[in-house]
Nanobody, 124 residues
């Protein structure tokens, strides 16, 4: 059974950092495009960052460009979202999702499989 599990969320002060993890089971993450999404209270879910299966294509939402990065640990079948210089507007539930795309990724794609989400709160 294909499953994604996010972790690493929590409460952090503005300017702080967090690293979220997305662990895959039942499939190999390195063959899939990975998307990170977030949903702030009272708002629609938005795509913030994605990378293709090959890693050759990465897209960022303007709101996180220069602050968030994505990486993979193939041995651990895990994808990470490194978030630096966090702001209160980064607060929300963060989700990872996968799509069987090798060469591209999109922030507005529907994605095939989703994790359950992890809460990130940025507040002083």
């Amino acid at each position: 059974q294909l499953q994604l599990v996010e972790s690493g969320g929590g409460l952090v002060q503005p300017g702080g950092s967090l690293r979220l993890s997305c662990v895959g089971s039942g499939f190999q993450l390195d063959f899939y495009a990975i998307g990170w999404f977030r949903q702030a209270p009272g708002k629609e879910r938005e795509g913030i960052l994605c990378t293709s299966g090959s890693g050759g294509s990465t897209n960022y939402a303007d709101s996180v460009k220069g602050r968030f990065t994505i990486s993979r640990d193939i041995a651990k079948n895990t994808v990470y979202l490194q978030m630096n210089n966090l702001k209160p507007e980064d607060t929300g539930v963060y989700y990872c999702a996968v799509d069987p795309s090798w060469s591209r990724c999109g922030l507005d794609w529907t994605y095939d499989y989703w994790g359950q989400g992890t809460q990130v709160s940025v507040s002083s």
